[in-house]
């Protein structure tokens, strides 16, 4: 298992948080997603076997937040 902290920008409230996390759960190979608002990031653990970052980054923009 690898980890990975990717920021997020556009994120204001809980339920942006709980979007941005339910969208990098779904991908296989994700065992963890926790998304922080305070830092604006979130910290995934993955399989890197199974999901790369740039597929972690598109779940980030999919759930309409800009990864940076």
């Known amino acids: 298992m690898a980890?990975?902290?990717?920021?997020?920008?556009?994120?204001?409230c809980n339920h942006c948080k709980m979007a941005v996390e339910k969208e990098l759960k779904s991908l296989q190979?994700?065992?963890d997603a926790v998304v922080?608002?305070?830092?604006?990031?979130?910290?995934?653990?993955y399989d890197e076997n199974m999901v790369d970052i740039e597929k972690l980054r598109q779940a980030i923009k999919d759930a309409g937040y800009t990864p940076v």
């Open 3 to 12: 980890k990975v902290i990717i920021g997020v920008e556009g994120m204001s």
């Open 29 to 31: 190979g994700v065992k």
């Open 36 to 45: 922080s608002l305070e830092s604006k990031n979130a910290e995934i653990e």
